[in-house]
């Protein structure tokens, strides 16, 4: 197997897409998982209700809460270790209606943990109805609650569509790879497009597949796309994901070791 080699595609603020070389789809599928479920962040786990005179019953609110994706400084933690910094910072509220409450009315008192974004609605207070309480925060992981997960990860075999120009029409599959941005390849017998993305052919086509046209999985390559909530740049969620990997499987050597001393 070829040296893992990792080529991006694109990259934006929240998202980054990139292709995976030299891997297996177990290592694939690793990654993927230790990226949503093994990468820590903090949320919201406990909340101390002083009032609520809202609509709203206490664990209604508490549950709004910890589903606010809250930044987390990764300088200050060992987010890579496998045991989790005992830390806990406390964002607190005192409100009374009219108002309707959003995440950017919690106070921290730790500035680097706090809401990513202030505009997500908590709860409507009416008039003279008030929302007192303490809600605090802590690391964890996505394994054991969605709160924790820090984005999305999911991938793609990377697959390569051979279309014979005996194909009738066959220029409108090349028209439509080139809208969107798919690299093609082109001789005198066939046209030879790469799924960088999701590609499907119009259903006209469906009766030349497996003919005519042919996909070719490229083995042991995948289209990788990972998405942050926020809490952590995208690029540090798949760094953090690869040396939790690596010190997972170090573990595991280590303890295969000592059984065979």
Do not use: C
């Amino acid at each position: 197997m070829r040296k893992m080699q990792i080529k991006i595609l694109e990259k934006r603020d929240d998202a980054i897409r990139f292709i995976l070389e030299g891997v297996d789809v177990a290592f694939a599928n690793a990654l993927r998982r230790t990226i949503i479920g093994e990468v820590p962040t903090f949320a919201v786990d406990e909340v101390e209700f002083y009032e609520n005179d809202s609509a709203l019953f206490d664990e209604i609110i508490a549950h709004r809460l910890a589903l606010i994706p809250l930044t987390t400084p990764s300088d200050r933690f060992e987010l890579d270790a496998l045991e989790l910094d005992d830390y806990t910072a406390t964002l607190s509220l005192e409100a009374e209606g009219p108002a309707i409450i959003y995440s950017g009315d919690l106070k921290s008192d730790d500035p680097d943990i706090r809401p990513v974004t202030p505009d997500i609605p908590i709860v409507k207070l009416a008039e003279g109805q008030r929302l007192v309480f303490n809600a605090y925060a802590k690391l964890g992981r996505g394994k054991d609650h969605a709160k924790w997960q820090p984005g999305f990860a999911y991938y793609k075999y990377l697959t390569k569509v051979h279309v014979s120009k005996d194909v009738p029409n066959w220029e409108k599959i090349k028209e439509l790879a080139a809208r969107k941005k798919l690299p093609i390849e082109e001789n005198e017998n066939e046209l030879i497009v790469t799924t960088v993305t999701s590609f499907y052919l119009p259903r006209e086509f469906d009766q030349y597949l497996g003919d005519k046209i042919k996909e070719e999985v490229v083995l042991n390559t995948f289209v990788f796309t990972v998405e942050s909530n926020g809490e952590l740049p995208v690029e540090e969620i798949v760094r953090l994901a690869l040396k939790i990997l690596m010190r997972k499987s170090d573990k595991f050597i280590n303890e295969l070791h000592k059984l065979a001393e």
